[in-house]
């Protein structure tokens, strides 16, 4: 069973910045890929970034390349998503998740691929 508890979420004006955490249970990152996944009103879920369990290969959605950055701190067992040149567009409820895989490099970008969410923390960008 894996845990996530996320953080950091706030209003922030446009061209800020926010720094998302994600607060893992058990020793995830060495059997689970991570992904970051947001969802505005009245819209679906969509895939933010990934980081598969090596580290080593990361994957973002186009609307977010070159402004958020997804990482890692292993000795705390957090995951988190920098967040940089924030839009309006960006508002929304932001969610961590997890599933396990079996190739060290895999990364998923399928919400329904992910077994385990956190509960979410909400970002707003006013314009």
């Known amino acids: 069973q894996v845990q996530l508890v996320e953080s950091g979420g706030g209003l922030v004006q446009a061209g800020g910045s926010l720094r998302l955490s994600c607060a893992a249970s058990?020793?995830?990152?060495?059997?689970?890929?991570m992904g970051w996944f947001r969802q505005a009103p009245g819209k679906e879920r969509e895939f933010v970034a990934a980081m598969s369990k090596s580290g080593s290969n990361l994957h973002y959605a186009d609307s977010v390349k070159g402004r958020f950055t997804i990482s890692r701190d292993v000795a705390k067992n957090t995951v988190s998503l920098q967040m940089n040149v924030l839009k309006p567009e960006d508002t929304a409820v932001y969610y961590c998740?997890?599933?396990?895989?079996?190739?060290?490099?895999?990364?998923?970008?399928?919400?329904?691929?992910?077994?385990?969410w956190g509960q979410g923390t909400q970002v707003t960008v006013s314009s």
């Open positions: 058990g020793r995830t990152f060495s059997n689970y890929v």
């Open positions: 998740s997890a599933e396990r895989t079996y190739y060290s490099d895999d990364v998923l970008v399928r919400g329904s691929s992910y077994t385990y």
